[in-house]
Nanobody, 125 residues
Framework: QVQLVESGGGLVQAGDSLGLSCAAS????????MGWFRQAPGKEREFVAGISRRSGTTRYADSVKGRFTISRDNAKNTAYLKMNSLKPEDTAVYFC??????????????????WGQGTQVTVSS
């Protein structure tokens, strides 16, 4: 069973950049497709970005496309989310998640087996 720990959240101003990391332990990250999700207060958790096991496929929510970049380094057992041009509406708790099974990227929360505890990202205007 893999354990995930996010880091890198914080308070930034609109237009700033921030990078999140998701460190995995308990198993090789290369066995899992990875995703980033976020949840704002009073809202449902939503898909942000996903990447296949070998980084061949990525997918983004329309709201972050062109601003966020998901990547992974299987040798370091770590996934990343680089966020540029941050907006106040990006404020949320960000979660990384791992899914076993087919290697394709999934936008569905239900397909992810393991979750981190989340890291807060706050963007001030």
């Amino acid at each position: 069973q893999v354990q995930l720990v996010e880091s890198g959240g914080g308070l930034v101003q609109a237009g700033d950049s921030l990078g999140l990391s998701c460190a995995a332990s308990g198993g090789p990250l290369s066995n899992y497709g990875m995703g980033w999700f976020r949840q704002a207060p009073g809202k449902e958790r939503e898909f942000v970005a996903g990447i296949s096991r070998r980084s061949g496929t990525t997918r983004y929510a329309d709201s972050v496309k062109g601003r966020f970049t998901i990547s992974r380094d299987n040798a370091k057992n770590t996934a990343y989310l680089k966020m540029n041009s941050l907006k106040p509406e990006d404020t949320a708790v960000y979660f990384c998640a791992a899914k076993s099974g087919p290697a394709s990227v999934s936008v569905s929360l239900k397909e992810y087996n393991y979750w981190g505890q989340g890291t807060q990202v706050t963007v001030s205007s």
